[in-house]
C-alpha cells in the first residue's frame, strides 16, 4: 500500500509515488497526461494519443473538459461523443488510474486553485466511481512550494492549457494561499497556436514551403514543438527542417522569435504579479515567484520576470506539487483527525530551510564554506574541484549521487575554491538549484547554503570545519 499525489493540470496530469517519491509513467510511458480527447467509433482516444490528432481533426477533438469541467450536454459532433465534460474527466481519470493503481493504494489529489466547490464534488464522485481512496484535495502552490522565502512576497505561478494562474502566498506559522489572479482564456493552447503560426511564416517567408496547407504538416509542427523549446532553452539557435513532397525545407529558429510573439500573455501575467503586489504589499516588498516546470519553460518569460524590480525566481521541478504532497501529507493529516475527506486551505509553514538547520551566525557570517556535506559525510572544499553526478571525473574527487540511473545527470555540478572563493560551475542542463534559485552557468557559494540537484532531489549544505582537511 502507497500513497499517490495526483497532480491536476490539463496541460498534463501527473502522479507521484514511493519513498523517495517518483514519478509515475500513467500515459503509455509518458509522466504526463495533457487534457486531450478525441471521440471515434471505436472508443475515446484520450491523453497524447488525442493530443497527437489533435490538428487531424480540429472539429473533433476536446481540450476544455478539465478546465470547464461541468455536467451540462455538450454540443453533439456525432452520436458516439460524451454527454458532458464530466464523462470525458471520468473517462481520462479512470484510464489513469488503470495505469497507476496497486491494491490497496490511497490517493491525495493535488488541484488548481479555480476549481468551485461543485467541481471538487464532481471530481470526488468520479474518484469514489472509480473506487480510488481519495485522502484529501491540496491546492497545488501549497503542495508544490517547499522553501521559505522569509520576509519576502512569496507567489506561485501556473500555465494550464487555457488560463495561467498566480497564487499569492501567505508566510507565517502556517503557509496560505491569500489571493489569486489569472489570465483566463490564455493558456498554453494559444501560446502554441501562436508559435506554430510563426514557425510557419518563417517557413513561408524564407522557402514558401507553408507547412499549414496540410493538416500532416501541420500537425508535425505541434509533435515537433515541445522539442524546439526545449532545444531552444539551452541554444542560441537551432536549424528546422521539414520535407513536403520529397523536397527538404529549412529555416534557423532563435528563441526571441517565440519570445517576441509571446511578449503580450506575458505582459498580462508581470501585470497580475503587480497587482498582488500592490494589493498586498506594503512598501513594495521583495518578490519570490515560484514557477512551475509548465511556465518556467516558455522561452523567454524568465527574463520577462527578471524585469519585475526586486524579484526572486525559484524554478520548480517537473511534479513538485505531486512529489510536495507526498512530503507534507503526514503534517496535514495530523491537523485534520476527523473522518472523511478534508479539502486544506493552509499547511505548517516553517521559516527556514526545509531540510538543514544549521543558519550562519554573525561571527561566523564571513567565513568560507569548507566542506560539502552529503548523506552525513563532509568533502573538503579545495582547488581540486568536488566533481557531482553519475559519472565523474576519476582526477577529481567524486560526490556520487543515487537513484535511477536514467532520471540522473553523468555530470551535474563541479565545486572548487577559486581564487579565495568556492564557486559551483554548472555541468547539466537537468537544473541545479541555491537555496532554491536556479543556477545558470557559474555561482559563487556562501556558508550555510543548501543545493538540491533538480532531477533526483538530492540535497547538499555547504559548512565550515575548524580543520579543513576533516572528512
Not at 471505436?42 to 488525442?50: I, P, R, S, V
Request: proline share 5%.
Amino acid at each position: 500500500m502507497s500513497l499517490i499525489g495526483l497532480e491536476i493540470s490539463d496541460a498534463g496530469i501527473i502522479a507521484a509515488a514511493g519513498t523517495p517519491a517518483r514519478l509515475l509513467e500513467l500515459d503509455g510511458q509518458a509522466t504526463e497526461s495533457p487534457g486531450f480527447a478525441l471521440p471515434q467509433k471505436d472508443g475515446l482516444l484520450l491523453g497524447k494519443e488525442a493530443e497527437g490528432k489533435a490538428h487531424l481533426f480540429p472539429r473533433q477533438i476536446l481540450n476544455r473538459f478539465w478546465d470547464q469541467l461541468d455536467t451540462e450536454p455538450l454540443e453533439q459532433p456525432a452520436k458516439y461523443a460524451p454527454q458532458s465534460h464530466a464523462e470525458i474527466v471520468y473517462h481520462h481519470m479512470s484510464r489513469i488510474w488503470q495505469a497507476i493503481q496497486k491494491p490497496g493504494d490511497e490517493v491525495v489529489l493535488v488541484v488548481p486553485d479555480f476549481y468551485d466547490r461543485q467541481q471538487l464534488g464532481l471530481i470526488l464522485g468520479i474518484a469514489q466511481e472509480l473506487s480510488m481512496d481519495i485522502k484529501g484535495f491540496v491546492p497545488m502552490a501549497l503542495a508544490a512550494s517547499s522553501i521559505a522565502c522569509p520576509g519576502k512576497m512569496l507567489m506561485y505561478l501556473d500555465i494550464h492549457l487555457h488560463r495561467i494562474e498566480v497564487n499569492y502566498l501567505k508566510q507565517g506559522e502556517y503557509l496560505t494561499i491569500e489571493d489569486s489572479a489569472m489570465t483566463a482564456g490564455k493558456g498554453l493552447i494559444h501560446l502554441h497556436r501562436d508559435w506554430v503560426e510563426t514557425i510557419a511564416q518563417e517557413f513561408v517567408g524564407s522557402t514558401r514551403f507553408d507547412p499549414l496547407h496540410l493538416a500532416a504538416s501541420e500537425q508535425e509542427l505541434y509533435d515537433r514543438l515541445p522539442a524546439v523549446l526545449s532545444n531552444l532553452q539551452h541554444n542560441s539557435s537551432m536549424v528546422f527542417d521539414m520535407i513536403d513532397a520529397g523536397t527538404a525545407y529549412s529555416i534557423t529558429l532563435k528563441p526571441d522569435l517565440f519570445a517576441d510573439k509571446a511578449q503580450a500573455i506575458y505582459g498580462d501575467v508581470c501585470r497580475l504579479v503587480e497587482g498582488l503586489r500592490s494589493k498586498h504589499g506594503k512598501k513594495k516588498p521583495v518578490l519570490a515567484l515560484q514557477l512551475s516546470h509548465r511556465i518556467s519553460r516558455l522561452p523567454g518569460f524568465r527574463e520577462i520576470l527578471s524585469t519585475i524590480e526586486d524579484t526572486q525566481i525559484i524554478e520548480l521541478d517537473r511534479g513538485a506539487a505531486a512529489n510536495g504532497v507526498l512530503e507534507i501529507w503526514q503534517q496535514l493529516s495530523d491537523q485534520h483527525n476527523t473522518e472523511g475527506i478534508s479539502f486544506f486551505t493552509s499547511r505548517p509553514w516553517q521559516q527556514s530551510r526545509p531540510k538543514y538547520d544549521v543558519e550562519p551566525s554573525a561571527e561566523t557570517a564571513d567565513m568560507l564554506p569548507t566542506h560539502l556535506l552529503h548523506r552525513s559525510i563532509a568533502y573538503p572544499i579545495n582547488d581540486n574541484p568536488l566533481s557531482i553526478g553519475r559519472e565523474v571525473d576519476s582526477e577529481k574527487t567524486r560526490v556520487q549521487t543515487h537513484g535511477h540511473a536514467s532520471r540522473i545527470s553523468p555530470l551535474y555540478c563541479t565545486i572548487g575554491l577559486r581564487d579565495r572563493e568556492v564557486v559551483l560551475d554548472e555541468h547539466s542542463s537537468d537544473g541545479i538549484f541555491v537555496d532554491g534559485t536556479r543556477v545558470s552557468g557559474s555561482m559563487v557559494l556562501q556558508l550555510g547554503q543548501i543545493i538540491r540537484l533538480g532531477t533526483n532531489g538530492e540535497q547538499f549544505q555547504l559548512i565550515a570545519c575548524l580543520n579543513r582537511d576533516e572528512t
